[in-house]
């Protein structure tokens, strides 16, 4: 059975950081791109970073430079470092595993930035 399970979300003061870990079962992760989306309020979900299974990277323009995307397939663990977090930043955080046209999606963890 294929599991995602999100943690390391939370409340954090603006500036402050959080490392987001997405631990995965069920397929072989290796084998698959990750990544992190992200849907605030009334927002639409949006992508925030992938790490492709050559250990290739992208990330969106508004976090270059605050966000690194990692990921660990002995421990079947993809992570998404958070720095500099801004209010805007306030989102649930969804992980999510692709492989051609099929996708497995995490059930979200909450990130909220406030001071």
């Known amino acids: 059975q294929v599991s995602l399970v999100e943690s390391g979300g939370g409340p954090v003061q603006p500036g402050g950081s959080l490392r987001l870990s997405c631990v995965t079962s069920?397929?072989?992760?290796?084998?698959?791109?990750m990544g992190w989306f992200r849907q605030g309020g009334d927002k639409e979900r949006e992508s925030v970073a992938c790490i492709n299974s050559d250990g290739s990277t992208a990330s969106k323009d508004f976090v270059k430079g605050r966000f690194i995307i990692s990921r660990d397939n002995a421990k079947n663990t993809v992570y998404l470092q958070m720095n500099s977090l801004k209010p805007e930043d306030t989102a649930v955080y969804y992980c999510y595993a692709r492989i051609v046209f099929i996708t497995y999606w995490g059930q979200g963890t909450q990130v909220t930035v406030s001071s």
């Open positions: 069920g397929f072989t992760m290796e084998d698959y791109a």
